[in-house]
């Protein structure tokens, strides 16, 4: 693979090497997107590598990711600000989510948001921070480290949905992101789209987002689009005939700004209204196709895992927390 047709447009602008699995900064300029585009398409699409905050593009959620992303129709809780706002018609007035990703390479994730009601309105706040710990800082010509910097990401939102009818709601997000890169700093304006609909169909319910819209990152006056994503989603629910059982599978089809368009698959099997396991598959990745996990649901608390292969670079475990009141 080609590591160089991969990365972001601010690395592109910089030397990295890139030797034994581990990073080297050669320059400022690290974004965070390096190790998030891995995961992209095994025939490397020309548009690859042009957007900037790609951390947008790791999934939030236990659930979700185990779901393979499959989530734009199904978002019915908090994480619902992160994917579809459209499904917070469906969460509980007030609950609250957290969770935790320990991604690849020591890179981590923590994401939280909190739903609650204005008239006629059910309202969401949301974080999501992204990480790459201490990195040595290394000029052009230095062998030796001349310091250490903190990468990070930072996104904070604002969600509010609307039931437009029994079976149709939309909502909208609105999202503020900053970007730090040693001594560079950049901010973006972003906003999310959704509508969620149930179906003729009983148990089938479609769902219709447009992600990542807005202003562009700039660095030294030159911008970078986010990573702007369509999706058509579909899932369909249904009870078994043994008590307490139920059966999910979800399908969503995703058009990228910068890569070719994909597919993503999950299934859920619940037991007893207690414990649900999980499959999902993502096309065309590679890295990061197969994902796996599993939630337990008690009363107003619900707890999801998730684990992500990816390959030989390493595993992803997500862990989030759900409480409803």
């Not at 709601?169 to 959704?194: K, M, N, P, Q, W």
């Not at 649901?297 to 390493?314: E, N, Q, T, W």
């Amino acid at each position: 693979m080609n590591i160089i047709k991969i990365i972001t447009p601010k690395i592109m602008a910089h030397a990295i090497k890139f030797t034994g699995g581990r990073l080297t900064i050669v320059r400022l300029g690290l974004a965070l997107g390096l190790l998030v585009s891995t995961g992209e398409s095994r025939a490397v699409s020309a548009d690859a590598g042009t957007t900037s905050l790609n951390f947008l593009k790791v999934a939030v959620g236990a659930r979700a990711a185990a779901l393979g992303g499959a989530f734009s129709a199904i978002s019915e809780d908090a994480s619902a600000c992160f994917w579809n706002p459209a499904g917070l018609t469906s969460t509980p007035p007030n609950e609250l989510f957290f969770m935790q990703n320990r991604w690849i390479a020591d890179i981590s994730q923590s994401a939280a948001s909190f739903t609650f009601d204005v008239p006629r309105v059910r309202m969401g706040v949301s974080m999501n921070y992204f990480g790459m710990g201490d990195l040595e800082r290394r000029g052009t010509n230095s062998v030796l480290p001349d310091g250490v910097f903190t990468p990070f990401d930072l996104a904070l939102g604002v969600s509010a949905a609307y039931q437009i009818n029994p079976d149709l709601s939309a909502g909208v997000t609105a999202r503020y992101v900053h970007e730090s890169l040693d001594s560079e700093t950049a901010e973006a304006t972003l906003f999310d789209i959704g509508i969620r609909s149930r179906t003729m169909i009983p148990g089938l319910t479609a769902a219709f987002t447009v992600r990542n819209l807005g202003t562009e990152l700039k660095y030294e006056s030159k911008g970078y689009p986010a990573p702007r994503l369509v999706s058509l989603g579909a899932a369909y629910h249904r009870l078994l005939p043994w008590k307490g059982s139920s059966m999910l599978v979800c399908a969503e089809l995703e058009s990228p700004n910068d890569n070719d368009a994909r597919i993503a698959l999950g299934a859920e099997y619940g037991f007893r209204e207690f414990i649900y396991g999980r499959l999902g598959y993502r096309s065309g990745l590679a890295y990061e196709a197969f994902s796996y996990g599993f939630g337990i649901d008690y009363l107003k608390l619900r707890f999801d895992y998730a684990f992500v292969p990816y390959s030989d670079i390493g595993n992803s475990h997500r862990f989030s927390f759900f409480y409803g009141f």
